[in-house]
């Protein structure tokens, strides 16, 4: 018969047990994940009358508004051989994951707070789903960006099979980031407040709609979104094979960061239970 | 491990709580990182502002036993299910469990509002760790088991607090965990879903399932429980049997002192404009306590400015909360009251009230138009009886049908 102990101590005191509890809940998280990632898609659409449609619609019609800007000619930015719109598209959807997985954690963990506060279940079982729901979003946008690329004569290449890892890579520093998130934000309503804030300058000092200026090439590269970013969508646009300088360091650190930050989330969990 | 080792083992279970939110906030920050710092010894003395919701408390549970929890609002009872759920963690003291936990804490938690019946099934299921797969074939029971019949098919968030609660029963009952937690669920269901759960609970025990149960209900802990704890204030304040922890709880909880919280009596001085006031009443059994049963002596101590002549005195016995008179008493004629400090007495024959806590209050009026000249207990603090019995089923039974008299029958 299974026996549970429960102490004041920290669990890091018996590691082997700790792993053990951690990998039982990886187990049910496994079993559950999909039933959650289904509600979350269904309860998105059910209390609407699109429906699934507004699955697809917000990328398409940022990808139309920027067929349209590009048609006009408004814009005129320097942005190497491919065509601007496809460009900034590839740039923001790569963007809008990275922003999506961020948030993922604390805006889950927060939904589910109720149930939390009341039921035992594996808090990664919430924010697996969310995640979820992110990638499936994010593969969405990248079909539209796809279709898009088609219709600006953007050559489709080999390196499009890379795509998927620098994908992943930036969804996992982006939830590396959003579980330590998740564990200040569960306490402190300041980091809710503060996220949409630094979102926006972060935004702003990321070669998302431009390409950074060789001047300041180093500068930028101290932002770990930047190697990522840049890279995946090389490889999305048929541009150089060869990543970025910082790209493979980045997402090494980044899967290291991302289960440091979650064993903290493991770690903290009942302080936060208990202060839901 | 044998058959015979507890399956929940409680040792020196303690947890503290903060009662300011900015400075809770903090000590969790602390003790977040305390905790990925095992060197560091968490504190095990209260810090500023914390409070223990539970001290030192251990008890056992073993198979096939249901244990009651008993305790005022904030004794520390929903604190323990959580602890004992892995919830939060204990501060000092250990919990050791062994099997499956079932717990249902709160009912609405959990369940998708916008989901139906039926999806919320499944769902619960699986935040419980049980798949799809193994809840199929038990689906047809578990809806059967809620009664709600065509509304399985309807969103939850148009079930009522008692279809919620049928559903989220339903479901955890029927996972077999091998201790089950209850805290005061059943308190909204309807009398048949309650005696369904009653039912669920004794078959449950018999097939050697063990139950923690949390109610304000001394009937439904009476049904299924063989013993009971009672908290007070977060500490272990008493553990037997279930009758003798109602008993205690009875006997001990806030409402029983409710006249304290009233103003001191104050005694007003004599005067023109109180030529009349009443020092004191008192009611006298032959031993050292009032008995169910007994021949009381009532004495009523007044003090008076002048006689006073065709005046009425009467004593009026009210539940302990105040709120019910149970009996009043006068004679039947006229009396003269004579002028210094004097003593009415009467005697009551064969107290009828059954054990508890009684509030007592006096009455001077005028015989012919009956308004008041003295009172006692009226404004200020009433005078307490305290009636006594032996501890058994039956003066249970009589604190679980609020029963205050018993009456002397003759039977055919």
């Not at chain 1, 969804?171 to 998130?181: F, I, R």
């Not at chain 1, 650190?253 to 239970?273: D, E, K, N, S």
């Not at chain 2, 099997?99 to 769902?123: C, H, M, Q, S, Y």
């Not at chain 2, 005195?313 to 006068?330: E, M, V």
Request: overall charge neutral.
């Amino acid at each position: 018969m299974k026996e549970t102990i429960y102490t004041s101590q920290s669990p890091l005191h018996m590691p082997r047990a700790f792993l053990r509890e951690v990998r039982a809940d990886l187990g049910v998280v496994y079993r559950i994940g999909w039933q959650l990632f289904v509600r979350n898609l269904k309860v998105q659409v059910r209390q609407s009358l699109l429906g699934y449609a507004w699955l697809l619609l917000p990328p398409l019609v940022t990808g139309l508004v920027w067929v349209l800007l590009g048609r006009t000619r408004v814009l005129n930015v320097e942005s190497d051989s491919v065509p601007y719109p496809a460009f900034v598209l590839a740039g923001v959807f790569l963007w809008q994951g990275f922003v999506e997985a961020l948030g993922c954690p604390l805006q889950q963990l927060t939904n589910a707070k109720a149930t939390l506060a009341k039921v035992r279940v594996p808090h990664e079982a919430f924010v697996t789903a969310g995640a979820a729901v992110v990638v499936f979003n994010s593969l969405l946008r990248l079909g539209v960006l796809l279709g898009l690329m088609l219709w600006f004569g953007v050559p489709l290449t080999g390196t499009l099979a890379l795509v998927p890892l620098g994908l992943a890579a930036l969804l996992l520093l982006g939830l590396a980031l959003g579980w330590l998130l998740a564990l200040l934000g569960l306490l402190y309503a300041d980091v809710a407040q503060a996220l949409p804030v630094v979102l926006n300058l972060w935004f702003l000092i990321t070669p998302v709609v431009y390409l950074p200026p060789a001047a300041f090439a180093k500068w930028f590269n101290l932002n770990p979104v930047t190697p990522l970013l840049s890279t995946t969508r090389n490889w999305l646009l048929a541009g150089p094979v060869a990543p970025a300088s910082g790209f493979g360091l980045v997402a090494g650190l980044g899967g290291i960061f991302f289960l440091l930050t979650w064993l903290a989330y493991r770690l903290a969990q009942p302080h936060l239970v208990a202060r839901l | 491990m044998s058959d015979t080792a507890p399956v929940v083992t409680v040792r020196n279970l303690s947890k503290k709580f903060c009662t300011q939110l900015r400075t809770s906030l903090w000590y969790g920050l602390r003790d977040i990182a305390a905790e990925a710092w095992p060197g560091a010894a968490p504190a095990p003395a209260l810090r500023r502002a914390e409070f223990w919701s539970l001290h030192d408390l251990s008890f056992e549970l073993r198979q096939g036993e249901a244990l009651a929890i008993i305790g005022d609002n904030g004794a520390g009872k929903s604190t323990l299910l959580k602890l004992l759920n892995g919830l939060i963690k204990p501060d000092a003291g250990s919990i050791r469990l062994r099997g499956r936990v079932g717990a249902l804490i709160e009912l609405g938690a959990g369940l998708d509002p916008v989901l139906t019946g039926r999806e919320n099934i499944f769902l619960r299921a699986a935040l419980l760790g049980v798949g799809r797969a193994e809840v199929l074939p038990l689906l047809p029971t578990i809806i059967d088991f809620t009664g709600l019949d065509a509304a399985i098919e309807m969103p939850v968030q148009f079930y009522s607090s008692g279809m919620v609660a049928r559903l989220a029963y339903a479901v955890a009952a029927h996972l077999h965990p091998d201790v089950l937690l209850v805290d005061e669920v059943l308190a909204v269901g309807d009398t048949d879903f309650q005696r369904k759960c009653i039912h669920h609970m004794l078959g449950y025990l018999a097939a050697g399932g063990s139950l923690i149960l949390v109610s304000h209900q001394p009937y439904h802990i009476q049904a299924v429980c063989q013993r009971g704890l009672v908290l007070e204030k977060g500490r272990l304040a008493f553990a037997g049997t279930t009758t003798e922890a109602l008993d205690y709880y009875f006997s001990h909880q806030a409402g029983a002192g409710a006249a304290s919280e009233l103003p001191d009596r104050t005694m007003p001085a004599l005067s023109e404009a109180r030529p009349v006031v009443i020092e004191h009443l008192a009611l006298m059994g032959p031993g050292p306590v009032v008995q169910s049963g007994d021949d009381v002596l009532v004495t009523l101590t007044y003090q008076a400015l002048r006689p006073v002549p065709g005046a009425v005195w009467g004593f009026l016995i009210y539940t302990g909360d105040g709120s019910t008179c149970i009996t009043a008493a006068y004679p039947p004629e006229p009396v003269v009251l004579a002028a210094g400090r004097n003593q009415l007495i009467c005697r009551l024959r064969g107290l009828p009230l059954t054990a508890g806590n009684y509030l007592v209050k006096a009455a001077i009026a005028d015989f012919e138009h009956r308004h008041a000249i003295a009172l006692w207990g009226w404004e200020d603090a009433p005078g307490r009886l305290h009636v006594e019995d032996a501890v058994s089923a039956t003066k249970n039974s009589h604190k679980i049908l609020q029963q205050l008299v018993t009456v002397e029958v003759e039977w055919n």
